[in-house]
Each structure stands twice: as C-alpha cells, then as structure tokens.
C-alpha cells in the first residue's frame, strides 16, 4: 500500500513586505538581504494561521477531488500555533466537516510539513487511515523580533497542504531519511514561545530569539544533503534519477551548497525564497504547488525534499509522482480582504509588544 498525493493547494496572504520596507525599520539593506540570503522579498498576514491553512486545505481537497467529510486524518505542521489548546488541527477538522477524522499538530518547525508527510503516509500504508490532509502552515511575523535585524530579514508567513490517498501503485513518498542535532539546539531558541513563559506575567508571544545564523547554515547544509543521499540510496537511486528538487527555503546559498553535494544541477532545483523568504513548515509544500502551477512537475517524476528546522531537524523525502499533476477542481475559499500595508500589519505587531521576554532557558526559573 502506497499514499499518492493526489491534491495539493496554497494560501499566501496578499500584503508583500519588500527589502526597502525593512529598510525603513531597521539597519539594513535590499543589496545586503539579497547578497546574502536570495530574499527579495515575503508575505505579512493580516488574518491567524487557522484561517490560512484553512483556504489552503479547501484547495488541496478541491484539487483532489474530495468533499472534506471524506478526510480520515489530519496533520497539522507547524511551530506557530494560534492555540495550543485546542490545537489547530481540530480547528481544521470542524471547518472541512471530517466528522471522522483523526487531527493531530506536528511540530518539528522548519520540517514540521516533511514529517507530517511522513507519519501521515505510514498511517495510509499501514491501513489505520485511507486518506489525510497534511497541512504545512506558519504565521512567523506576530512571534518575530522586528527589532533583530538578524532574523527578522528571514521570514515571511503562508500555507500550503496536500491529499494523500491509499494507492497500490508505487506512487507518493517512498522513503525518507528523518534526523535531529539535538546537542545543537539552542544555536536556534525562541524565547517567548511556550510553557516555561505561561503564568509570568507576559504575554505569550513576546519574543526573543536566540539564533547562530552560520552554524545553522552549516549544519542545514550537513544536515539536507546527508538526509538526502540516504533517502536516495534507500530506493537505489542516483542523483541523475532526481528530475527536481524541492527544498526547504531558508537562504538561496544554502539550497546552492546542498545542491552542490547532492550533485543535482540548479537547473533542477525550485526556488521561491526570493517571492517568500522562509515560511518555516509552509516552504516545501508551496514550492511543491507552484512546481506543478509552473509545469515544472512532470507526470512520474521523481522529487526529492530536503529540509532543516529548529532542534535542528533535519531530513529528506523522496516522492515518486503520480500521473496527475492539474487540478481535478477548484475551491471557492478566500481570505478575507485586506486593507494595510505589510509595514503597517508589522506595526501591529510591534504595538503589541510591551515587555522583553526573560533571557533565562531555565524552566521555571
Ligand atoms: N542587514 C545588514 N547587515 C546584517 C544583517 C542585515 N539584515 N544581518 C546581519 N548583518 C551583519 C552582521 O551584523 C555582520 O556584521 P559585522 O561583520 O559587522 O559583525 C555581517 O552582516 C555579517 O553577518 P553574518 O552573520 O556573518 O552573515 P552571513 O553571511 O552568515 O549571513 C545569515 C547571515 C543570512 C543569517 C546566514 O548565516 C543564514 O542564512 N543562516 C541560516 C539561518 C537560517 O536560515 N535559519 C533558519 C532556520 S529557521 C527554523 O528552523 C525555524
């Protein structure tokens, strides 16, 4: 038994947050973000993360054809949940109307998609599940520090999600490589976000963040292309066999240095983290829904998915595709309009944010 990806869809907010708008808030620069990092520019969200994932799932369900009562199993990725409790899959659940469905968040950050797909395809193969939304969703900007030039440049919000169906044919993820530096976990913390910040007298999202932005670019790199050889190697295959990569997008310097060592020419890798900057858990399945918008997935390909996240999670999917690569519908589901500018929705954020969060990782300290 197999799980095909047979719908796919995406919900990007519309407000854009160019380089020369951050330059109007902090000491940087469009020449600066672009040299270094590939980033022209990344979305701002005027509505929470329930909403966006929302739309992307009726897309996603609409592309596969499938009424949302059908939905067995839902797999919430993400590291930036409106709640905690109740979590947002079950938010998910309610809206669809998949009476039945399972609903579980998955929090690995950047790779929170990636392994979604993978506890969500062994639930299909195993035969618990028949079919699974699998949702990559992230709403970065009300948890950023507007005020750190070292991230804030990095990140932008958006959603994406896929159907996958029970298949016999040997289609969908066929193997994975799933990794974890945990002894290299607080080159990457955001302070601010959790327990050990509840009952203090804080508002929860007062953030910090804590971030060793060249030895995560060292270790993302490790990290994605040894996943990468090994999910290649567990199905025999080469890196000539790999018609495109799509991989997590944190910096285009990063994605040139894995497709070095993975020996996949550029040519055959896509690439949004100029449009987007990185959406943490929503950057691989966006990039995967405008592959196929592109034409640049073709029937039966062979893709692979690297990524890296905080913890640092790591890993690296490789996904046979099926014979389909258009929509079977389409669905109604909109945002809601928006009338501010992205500076204007950051400008929120920061009017918000009222006490630093402490500097301590101590619990209960
Ligand atoms: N604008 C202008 N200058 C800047 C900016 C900025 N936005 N940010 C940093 N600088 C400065 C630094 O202060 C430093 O100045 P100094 O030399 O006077 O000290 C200089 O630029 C060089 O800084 P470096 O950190 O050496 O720059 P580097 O080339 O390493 O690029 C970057 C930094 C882009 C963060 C890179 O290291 C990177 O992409 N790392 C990976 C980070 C990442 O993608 N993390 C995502 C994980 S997300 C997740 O899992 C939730």
């Known amino acids: 038994m197999h799980a095909a990806i047979t719908g796919w869809g995406k919900c ?6 160019s380089n020369r708008d951050l330059s109007t808030i902090l000491d940087t620069s469009d020449e600066w973000i672009v040299a270094r990092t590939g980033i022209r520019e990344r979305r701002i969200s005027h509505v929470p993360l329930g909403e966006l994932a929302y739309v992307a799932a009726m897309r996603a369900l609409a592309c596969a054809g499938l009424d949302g009562g059908r939905i067995e199993l839902i797999v919430f ?36 998609f990636l392994y979604g797909l993978s506890t969500a395809t062994a639930l299909i193969r195993t035969g618990v599940v028949r079919n699974a939304l699998v949702i990559g969703a992230e709403l970065i900007s009300p948890f950023m520090d507007w005020g750190d030039r070292d991230v804030a440049v990095l990140f932008g919000d958006g959603a994406a999600a896929v159907v996958l169906e029970a298949s016999a044919r040997a289609e969908g993820l066929l193997a994975e490589k799933l990794g974890c530096y945990g002894e290299a ?13 509840a009952n203090r007298g804080m508002l929860y999202g007062i953030t910090r963040w804590q971030f060793e932005g060249q030895e995560i670019f060292k270790r993302a790199v490790q990290g994605m292309s040894g996943a990468s050889a090994e999910a290649l190697a567990r199905i025999g295959a080469r890196p000539q066999d790999v018609e495109l990569v799509v991989p997590h997008q944190a910096n285009l310097r990063i994605i ?15 690439v949004t983290v100029q449009r987007y900057g990185n959406m943490s858990a929503a950057t691989v399945p966006v990039a995967l829904c405008e592959a196929l918008e592109e034409g640049r997935v073709r029937a039966g390909a062979l893709l692979l998915m690297p990524g890296f996240g905080g913890g640092l999670s790591f890993c690296a999917h490789a996904v046979r595709w099926g ?36 500097a301590t990782t101590e619990p209960f300290a």
């Open 185 to 197: 976990r607080e080159i990457l913390r955001v302070h601010g976000m959790g327990g050990r910040y």
């Open 12 to 17: 990007l907010p519309p407000a854009v947050l």
């Open 256 to 270: 040139e240095a894995v497709a070095k060592r993975v020996h996949v020419p550029m040519e055959r890798v896509f």
């Open 323 to 358: 014979e389909r690569t258009t929509a079977l519908g389409a669905s109604s589901a909109e945002l809601p309009p928006n009338e501010r500018s992205a500076l204007e929705l950051i400008r929120d954020c920061l009017a918000r944010k009222t006490r630093p969060a402490p």
């Open 77 to 112: 990725g993400s590291c930036s949940y409106d709640d905690q409790v109740p979590n947002m899959a079950s938010g998910i659940q309610l809206r669809i109307g998949a009476q039945e469905a399972a609903a579980y968040d998955i929090n690995t950050a950047c790779t929170s």
